[in-house]
């Protein structure tokens, strides 16, 4: 690794004029400012990083689930409160190429996870993200409006947009369990979840069912799933169903 630092001290802060870091093919520039450094110290840097997931896991060890492939980059300011010890981050985030998969777990890894967003002062914004899971390929894009002002228990508010070109509702089932409890899981995930996600597919198997054009609005409440409206084509015909969980 390479590491490059050239900085002006004074008695009160740190001008840090250039700052970077280079290890296997990963690369972080800095460059700010910390003042107040001796006690509790303040600071404002713009950060620039190209990670990639192999040299994060050399680095770090084994992260569980994430395979060292593809890459994470970032550019933004990083600000830093030595009284409240928060650090904040404003600026563009993006993935390439990643692949996960849960240990221990039914529901398929990810694979080829590529998005692109942007880290407000309130709100996380994904433009686009694209990624395989199964047999299938979703994108679109989402909100998390709450994701730097959460507070404790709160839940993850959010709003997204999702499209797949095919879903095998096998695939998200767990075998070990009788069919009527095989989505408890998912449904647990959910209640950490409120917000409203528009659904698009091609095509919706299950079981020996095939569906087209499968669309649907799934609004999570505190204790209510709304699907409304939901239609599609099946059975030579057209089908619209609108309820609530």
């Known amino acids: 690794s390479d590491i490059t630092l050239h900085t002006k001290l004074t008695p009160t802060a ?3 004029k250039e700052a970077k870091a280079t290890a ?4 972080v520039e800095a460059g700010g400012t910390i003042t107040n450094w001796s006690s509790k110290p303040n600071s404002t840097l713009q ?3 190209d990670l990639r997931t ?13 395979a060292p492939k ?8 990083v600000t830093v409160s030595g009284k409240s010890k928060k650090v904040r981050y404003i600026g563009s985030f993006a993935g390439k190429g990643l692949e996960y998969r849960q240990k221990d777990s039914h529901l398929p890894g990810f694979t080829d996870l590529t998005f692109a967003g942007r880290l407000g002062s309130s709100q996380a914004k994904i433009n686009s993200f694209s990624v395989k899971a199964g047999s299938s390929r979703f994108s679109g894009n989402a909100k998390v409006l709450n994701a730097l002002r959460r507070k404790a228990k709160e839940p993850i508010r959010f709003s ?5 070109d095919q879903l095998v509702a096998e695939e998200w089932q767990d075998p070990n369990k009788p069919k009527d409890e095989s989505f408890a899981p998912m449904l647990t995930a959910l209640k950490g979840l409120r917000g409203d996600a528009n659904f698009t597919t091609k095509q919706l198997t299950f079981g020996e069912q095939n569906f087209q054009d499968f669309t649907t609005r799934i609004e999570l409440g505190e204790n209510s799933l709304k699907v409304a409206p939901l239609s599609m084509k099946a059975f030579d015909g057209g089908v619209a169903v609108a309820g609530e969980l």
Do not use: F, N, R, W
């Open 24 to 27: 296997g093919k990963s690369s």
């Open 54 to 66: 192999s040299d994060l896991i050399a680095a770090a060890g084994e992260v569980s689930g994430l």
């Open 14 to 16: 740190v001008d840090i």
């Open 70 to 77: 593809g890459s994470l980059t970032v550019d933004g300011k």
């Open 160 to 164: 997204a947009m999702i499209d797949a």
């Open 47 to 49: 950060l620039k990083a």
